[in-house]
């Protein structure tokens, strides 16, 4: 029997790359399921729904205060809009158009990612520090003035060298009275991730919560209360619930999406992570296992210095006689068509198989596929 995605004329895809939005983000387990089923009960007054689940997710992480947004890159755009307006109605309702605003927002240069667009859809523009050097403390503060809104964080920010530390961006923030926005969008594991930035100082933290086992188009925003609130006004909460005529009325999150980002975070919170990652080991062990013997590969636990969830599989052109895109190239035409994590920038020679987002069973269909291509 051919399932939805065959009926529509959709390849249905195995997805071994990772919380990738283009594939549909997550999952939810039955668990989380359930409780989202259970929300189809009754209808809800949203408003209140959002509130209250901000107040448990709050409790749950130590925070000041939390909303639910339609994905992290929604929480960041309510989150830049806050900084720009503060907490004035008729500055709210007039946005994009930022005419008397302050709406500049500094970020690093070494912390530059296409995403970073988001802080944009208010109206802020973003004015970018640094060199190839590196951010320098004194670069960040000659770059605040009377137009400053807020300061971009991409967390962790110590992978990317020469970038200012997050603790240093914070404390020359504060000097200045300026508010330090973080994006933290898959810092979710270890689960001190989720309360660490706030509790640095951070003043807003931007989540996707698929990371965490929520659905695709869910995130959260954390940190003050005072401009959590304003950015809820910003929100499709703002204009459906407060009568606000508000720019996020086109980013709205359906009951069962919120149900699953309260579901998902206290299940997270909860849960053994060392039986998961157990569980992902037994997994990466079977693949290379089966197969072991093909010439021209290497494999190795994917990442090497840490927890594994993944296997990375290195391959010798010469040896075999197609490149490791080839190979991606070849399992995407398949079907079902195999996704698999590939940058040809930072690790053109292999790919890696991730087990957090494949089905059970999915590693050995992925080992039958590499063993005709290879």
């Not at 979710?188 to 929520?214: E, H, I, N, Q, R």
């Amino acid at each position: 029997m051919t399932n939805i995605y065959e009926q529509l004329g959709a390849r249905p895809i195995l997805n071994a790359h990772g919380n990738r939005t283009l594939l549909g983000g997550n999952t939810p387990n039955a668990s989380v399921r359930e409780l989202m089923d259970e929300s189809e009960e009754f209808y809800v007054d949203m408003g209140e729904l959002i509130e209250k689940v901000g107040e448990h997710i709050s409790d749950m992480l130590g925070v000041e205060a939390a909303l639910v947004t339609p994905g992290c890159a929604a929480a960041l755009s309510f989150g830049a809009a806050a900084c720009i307006t503060g907490d004035d109605l008729e500055k709210i309702e007039q946005v994009p158009d930022v005419t008397g605003m302050a709406n500049e927002i500094i970020i690093q240069r070494q912390l530059r990612v296409a995403y970073d667009r988001t802080m944009t859809v208010a109206g802020g523009r973003l004015v970018e520090i640094g060199d190839e050097d590196g951010t320098s403390a004194e670069q960040l503060e000659e770059a605040i003035g009377p137009n400053t809104a807020a300061i971009h964080y991409l967390a962790p920010g110590d992978r990317n060298p020469g970038a200012l530390p997050l603790e240093e961006v914070i404390r020359i923030g504060h000097a200045h009275g300026i508010p330090v926005i973080v994006d933290a969008a898959g810092q979710v594991y270890p689960t001190d991730l989720l309360s660490k930035y706030a509790s640095m100082g951070a003043d807003l933290v931007a989540y996707g919560a698929k990371y965490f086992g929520a659905v695709n188009s869910s995130g959260m925003l954390t940190g003050r209360k005072d401009l959590v609130e304003v950015a809820r006004k910003h929100s499709s909460i703002g204009f459906e619930s407060d009568g606000i005529r508000s720019i996020g009325r086109g980013m709205k999150i359906d009951r069962q999406e919120v149900i699953a980002v309260y579901a998902a975070l206290r299940e997270w919170l909860t849960m053994n992570h060392e039986d998961r990652f157990a569980a992902y080991e037994a997994r990466i062990t079977a693949l290379s296992g089966d197969l072991a013997g093909i010439g021209g590969i290497g494999m190795s636990s994917f990442p090497a210095d840490g927890p594994a969830d993944g296997l990375r599989i290195e391959v010798d052109a010469d040896a075999i006689g197609k490149t490791a895109a080839d190979v991606v190239a070849e399992m995407q035409a398949g079907n079902p068509s195999i996704w698999v994590r590939y940058n040809a920038d930072d690790d053109p020679d292999a790919f890696i198989v991730r087990m957090g987002t494949l089905k059970d069973g999915g590693e050995k269909t992925i080992a039958e596929r590499l063993r005709e291509i290879l």
